[in-house]
């Protein structure tokens, strides 16, 4: 049971996770933070779940941080410095696991945003796969606005996402609002749509698509350009055949290859739970 987040199961393996403080415009609050870890860390575990949808109640996407959530956290802080910035750094490596949660969970993860995307938001999609969006949306790094550097993926995912150093630095510099167009062109979402509804029923089809591949090729997928952004091609292909090593001679590759040519719809086992099983 959650409090800011809302999950259902649109479709067989299919789950979709959306932010749930319309009242609020999706404010990050302390609960947000803690729920989200908690909430991928069993999207992980769920072998049910192969691909998530992650949305957005009301009327945007997100707000961002809940300005007046972390106030008050850093306003009960004692005085001494040093405490203060262990107080600090405790709480920003919290933040930055709950969203590492969804790079590492394993599973397909397709960001619908609508409306305002800022701040907090920005680095949440960073961590996602694949990135839909109405032609409403907008992205803004806003932490400048507020004094502060990001520090939860704006300044680290970001940047490796969009692939444009100059672009990435005016926004975060700046604090203006990237568009949906202009976000299209960059490459940070790979589609727009007129509206919500719409752009919701394109991204449960790719969901779809996806949950009905090999769990075991979208999770080497994952992990593969993962690991690849953050090392040489050298190392990545070493990694690469070190892993295929043993995936290339599972169930799924056998499957696959026979339905092709079979031309029939092949079925997969879902994967072996990674910890204590949760369903989500």
Same mark, same amino acid.
């Given at each position: 049971s959650f409090q800011r987040l809302a999950l259902s199961s649109p479709a067989l393996h299919v789950l979709q996770v959306e932010l749930n403080r319309p009242e609020k415009l999706n404010a990050m609050d302390m609960i947000f933070w803690d729920e989200m870890k908690v909430c991928f860390e069993a999207v992980a575990t769920d072998s049910s779940a192969r691909s998530v949808l992650l949305t957005g109640a009301g009327r945007m996407f997100t707000s961002g941080l809940d300005l007046s959530a972390a106030m008050q956290v850093f306003g009960a802080a004692e005085q001494d410095v040093a405490r203060t910035a262990l107080q600090i750094r405790r709480l920003g490596k919290a933040w930055q696991n709950a969203f590492t949660a969804i790079e590492r969970c394993g599973k397909a993860v397709t960001a619908c945003m609508h409306g305002a995307v800022i701040g907090g938001g920005v680095e949440m999609i960073s961590a996602c796969d694949i990135r839909f969006c109405t032609s409403d949306a907008f992205f803004q790094v806003a932490e400048v606005d507020i004094g502060i550097a990001s520090d939860v993926g704006g300044l680290q995912r970001f940047p490796k996402v969009l692939g444009n150093q100059s672009l990435v630095r005016e926004l975060a510099l700046s604090g203006r609002k990237m568009g949906s167009a202009e976000a299209?062109?960059?490459?940070?979402?790979?589609?727009?749509?007129?509206?919500?509804?719409?752009?919701?029923? &394109?991204? @449960?089809?790719?969901?779809?698509?996806?949950?009905?591949?090999?769990?075991? &090729?979208? @999770?080497?997928?994952k992990e593969f350009l993962n690991y690849s952004r953050d090392h040489t091609v050298d190392e990545s292909l070493e990694y690469a055949i070190t892993w295929n090593m043993g995936m290339l001679q599972g169930q799924d590759v056998k499957t696959a290859a026979a339905c092709m040519m079979q031309k029939s719809k092949p079925e997969f086992q879902d994967l072996p739970p990674t910890g204590p099983s949760s369903k989500l």
């Open positions: 299209l062109q960059q490459g940070f979402v790979s589609r727009t749509f007129s509206g919500k509804a719409e752009m919701l029923e &394109a991204a @449960l089809e790719m969901a779809k698509m996806i949950a009905s591949k090999s769990p075991v &090729a979208t @999770l080497g997928i």
